[in-house]
């Protein structure tokens, strides 16, 4: 049980889903391919590894933060009260060594190394993130923001590999003239974008929670070098940016309606509500709450592919 509420289970379900769901949109608009699609072994395979490798992520992030969660979680720390430091360790292995195995059999089948490559970089940047990373300036915050947007790049690789000769059979969700060449990667570096900048406000912000735990590391966070004032305008700002850059996206170089892409709307819609709250909040509590919408921000955007599917289904 604790063990379970270690992991995160709710953002490995967001992983997933967001993994699932390109997948399902792509073999929707392509011809289905029973070896390498949505349904097949591999890419199953590529999820899991991938879910397997946050969750190790999250277990080391915890193995390394038991001083600092004494003061900002004290409720929620898991290791060290429920679960012992070696076995939180020893699970962290465990997990990496299988998610590795699986990156191996990835690359030999995919017939590429960037899988073995991707898997083994995300390892040691979530390693190095939890130990280091995190307790120097922005960097952290980057490197974790990086991490994120990778996801759906990762799929757009992979469904670029599996229909590398074939174009996309639609007439809708084209977004920019003669993107049928390199759609895949397109969609997901856009996608990817778009997590980057949301996950770095919202890193941004946990560090503005969690900032009294993190000057007994000691830390050298946004917050804590700036102030949280200066760090809520920069997270605002940056919020404000990734608004402004979609909407100009959306109206100059596509031709997506607002039906099209009314869960990317619907995110936007939540980030200006973020901006708001982030200039009236005062407390951890208030942080908090900025911190979860931020999240619902970007689940609502990655998982925009889901929605294009279903509109495909019943058009």
């Given at each position: 049980m604790y063990f379970f509420k270690l992991i995160r289970p709710l953002n490995l379900s967001i992983i997933a889903l967001t993994?699932?769901?390109?997948?399902?949109?792509?073999?929707?608009?392509?011809?289905?391919?029973?070896?390498?699609?949505?349904?097949s072994l591999p890419f199953r395979l590529l999820i899991f590894s991938t879910i397997l490798i946050a969750a190790g992520g999250n277990i080391i992030n915890d193995y390394f933060d038991i001083k600092a969660d004494r003061v900002n979680k004290p409720e929620r720390q898991?290791?060290?009260?429920?679960?012992?430091?070696r076995s939180a360790i020893v699970s962290h292995w465990v997990i990496n060594f299988v998610a590795f195995s699986i990156a191996m059999y990835l690359s030999w089948v995919m017939e590429s190394f960037l899988y073995l490559f991707i898997h083994l970089f995300s390892i040691n940047v979530l390693w190095y993130y939890s130990m280091k990373g995190k307790r120097q300036f922005l960097f952290g915050n980057i490197l974790i923001a990086a991490l994120t947007a990778l996801v759906p790049v990762l799929v757009g690789f992979y469904f670029h590999q599996v229909y590398a000769n074939e174009f996309p059979q639609m007439d809708q969700f084209s977004f920019l003239l003669n993107s049928e060449i390199h759609y895949t990667y397109y969609l997901t570096i856009g996608l990817g974008s778009f997590a980057f900048i949301l996950n770095l406000a919202r890193e941004i912000v946990k560090d503005m929670e969690d900032v009294e735990g993190d000057k007994k590391l000691p830390a050298k966070t946004?917050?804590?070098?700036?102030?949280?004032?200066?760090?809520?305008?920069?997270?605002?700002?940056?919020?404000?940016?990734?608004?402004i850059c979609t909407l100009y996206i959306w109206l100059t170089t596509n031709n997506l309606t607002a039906m099209e892409i009314f869960?990317?709307?619907?995110?936007?819609?939540?980030?200006?509500?973020?901006?708001?709250?982030?200039?009236?909040?005062?407390?951890k509590k208030d942080f908090k709450r900025i911190n979860a919408l931020i999240k619902i921000a970007m689940a609502f955007g990655l998982l925009t592919p889901i929605y294009w599917t279903i509109l495909l289904h019943y058009a």
């Amino acid at each position: 049980m604790y063990f379970f509420k270690l992991i995160r289970p709710l953002n490995l379900s967001i992983i997933a889903l967001t993994m699932y769901g390109l997948g399902v949109f792509f073999e929707t608009i392509y011809s289905k391919n029973e070896l390498f699609g949505a349904e097949s072994l591999p890419f199953r395979l590529l999820i899991f590894s991938t879910i397997l490798i946050a969750a190790g992520g999250n277990i080391i992030n915890d193995y390394f933060d038991i001083k600092a969660d004494r003061v900002n979680k004290p409720e929620r720390q898991i290791i060290g009260v429920y679960i012992k430091r070696r076995s939180a360790i020893v699970s962290h292995w465990v997990i990496n060594f299988v998610a590795f195995s699986i990156a191996m059999y990835l690359s030999w089948v995919m017939e590429s190394f960037l899988y073995l490559f991707i898997h083994l970089f995300s390892i040691n940047v979530l390693w190095y993130y939890s130990m280091k990373g995190k307790r120097q300036f922005l960097f952290g915050n980057i490197l974790i923001a990086a991490l994120t947007a990778l996801v759906p790049v990762l799929v757009g690789f992979y469904f670029h590999q599996v229909y590398a000769n074939e174009f996309p059979q639609m007439d809708q969700f084209s977004f920019l003239l003669n993107s049928e060449i390199h759609y895949t990667y397109y969609l997901t570096i856009g996608l990817g974008s778009f997590a980057f900048i949301l996950n770095l406000a919202r890193e941004i912000v946990k560090d503005m929670e969690d900032v009294e735990g993190d000057k007994k590391l000691p830390a050298k966070t946004l917050p804590i070098i700036l102030g949280l004032q200066k760090s809520k305008y920069i997270s605002a700002a940056i919020l404000s940016g990734v608004s402004i850059c979609t909407l100009y996206i959306w109206l100059t170089t596509n031709n997506l309606t607002a039906m099209e892409i009314f869960p990317v709307l619907i995110s936007l819609l939540i980030v200006v509500l973020c901006i708001v709250f982030l200039i009236l909040s005062k407390s951890k509590k208030d942080f908090k709450r900025i911190n979860a919408l931020i999240k619902i921000a970007m689940a609502f955007g990655l998982l925009t592919p889901i929605y294009w599917t279903i509109l495909l289904h019943y058009a």
